[in-house]
């Protein structure tokens, strides 16, 4: 009986054993899972960044590292954002090869309007998406979308001008895309001014059609083609975008190619003058006496002690038309940038930036230099005649019987050359 006590006793204590050590190993199996766990999930955003920044280095990821705070995307010192030259003229520059290309597509961004949609109306060539705008005594970082986002929480910024405004929109809802969808809320009867939230960031973003600032009664359709003369109040600010103005905290503005349309002349609502009406008993005025009064008219309103908002002046945008004008056949067919050197601005465009830089110095000089800033693309664009959409405003042009096309050698196509404004403009923001 002793002796099978002691073996019962003995096999009991086997099986303790054997129960521990299996007791053990499963705990250590469940703390091994554990860590594996905890570590793959702190560590997995930190993995995905890394990657998509290696594979793709100009682009951002969809989402941030998890406890990146908008403090933690802006420089130690805002106006340290340039390398080189304490004084650095960002608008003086050159365009070089950029190998990597666009920072979207056309299909990846839905907010591109058909006209200005070259690759997908059937554009061959695409060599002007790989060129960057390049400061000649700085470098200009690429626009970075996530650190815009942060810096514009609650706040707002409208583009107030004509088509090339709403062209500069679009790249820049483009871009933004890639971190944030835009949620469009308003939009006028004719699509022209419109607005968009980014409900993450409460920032708001809207463009307003207004091509003269001024008031003016337009007759004209969507193809560009007029059905009487414009009327327009040289003494009298459009109330399309002045009963908004106090709403925004920044602003671009802009003229340009409108103030060469026919046009009657009007101050104290009576007729003092008209461009290329051809009326006998209306005198001719040149075209550059509206647009001085009108750029006058609106600084001076923006200058005023009044005012708040922080605005930027952007210049005039050449065209490249060549052997015609957008109604007489004229063209743009360049493949690549010109250098500096290889094209002079023409005497219409020569005009405009005068007026546009005589009336802002004139604006910067009452307020000091503060609230306002130029935005000076005339240059920069006059380099890029390969950057329109011209025969590829529209799907497809030469296919089927079409023998006559309308080339479009103002806008920008998207991508395109225009992207590059958004990268000044963030350079700007950082170093008001």
Request: charged share 20%.
């Amino acid at each position: 009986m002793k002796k099978m006590k002691l073996a019962i006793n003995n096999t009991q204590i086997l099986l303790n054993q054997k129960q521990n050590q299996a007791l053990l190993k499963t705990a250590i199996c469940l703390l091994l899972i554990g860590l594996a766990y905890r570590f793959y999930f702190s560590n997995s955003f930190i993995f995905s960044y890394v990657n998509i920044v290696a594979d793709d280095h100009h682009k951002l990821p969809l989402s941030p590292p998890p406890n990146v705070t908008c403090s933690d995307r802006f420089p130690v010192n805002n106006t340290g954002i340039h390398q080189g030259k304490a004084e650095c003229d960002i608008f003086a520059g050159e365009w070089v090869r950029d190998p990597t290309g666009p920072r979207y597509t056309n299909s990846s961004c839905n907010t591109i309007e058909p006209h200005q949609n070259c690759m997908m109306n059937g554009r061959p060539d695409s060599d002007y998406i790989y060129w960057r705008w390049s400061p000649f005594d700085c470098d200009l970082p690429a626009f970075d979308p996530e650190l815009f986002l942060c810096y514009m929480r609650d706040k707002s910024m409208a583009f107030i001008g004509d088509s090339i405004s709403r062209n500069h929109v679009q790249s820049l809802l483009c871009i933004l895309s890639q971190v944030g969808d835009a949620i469009e809320v308003y939009h006028d009867e004719e699509y022209r001014s419109k607005r968009w939230f980014f409900e993450s960031y409460n920032f708001t973003l809207s463009v307003i059609w207004s091509p003269f600032l001024l008031k003016a009664n337009i007759f004209e359709e969507n193809d560009g083609h007029s059905s009487g003369a414009i009327k327009l109040h040289l003494d009298k600010l459009d109330s399309v975008w002045v009963n908004e103005f106090s709403n925004f905290n920044y602003i671009f503005i802009s003229g340009g190619k409108w103030f060469l349309k026919t046009a009657i002349y009007y101050e104290n609502n009576t007729i003092i003058g008209c461009h290329n009406c051809n009326k006998e008993n209306i005198p001719e005025t040149e075209f550059h006496h509206a647009y001085q009064k009108a750029l006058r008219t609106t600084l001076g309103f923006i200058t005023n002690p009044s005012q708040k908002v922080y605005t930027f002046f952007r210049t005039t945008t050449p065209d490249h038309f060549e052997n015609g004008e957008w109604n007489t056949g004229g063209y743009c067919n360049r493949t690549g940038p010109f250098k500096n050197g290889e094209v002079n601005m023409t005497d219409i465009d020569m005009i405009m930036r005068d007026v546009e830089l005589e009336e802002f110095e004139n604006a910067k000089g009452v307020v000091n230099g503060s609230g306002l800033r130029l935005f000076d693309t005339t240059r920069l664009s006059l380099l890029r005649p390969d950057g329109h959409p011209g025969p590829y405003r529209g799907f497809h042009p030469f296919d089927g019987n079409n023998v006559k096309v309308q080339n479009d050698c103002l806008h920008w196509c998207l991508p395109g050359p225009i992207d590059s404004w958004n990268d000044l403009m963030m350079s700007l923001l950082l170093n008001v």
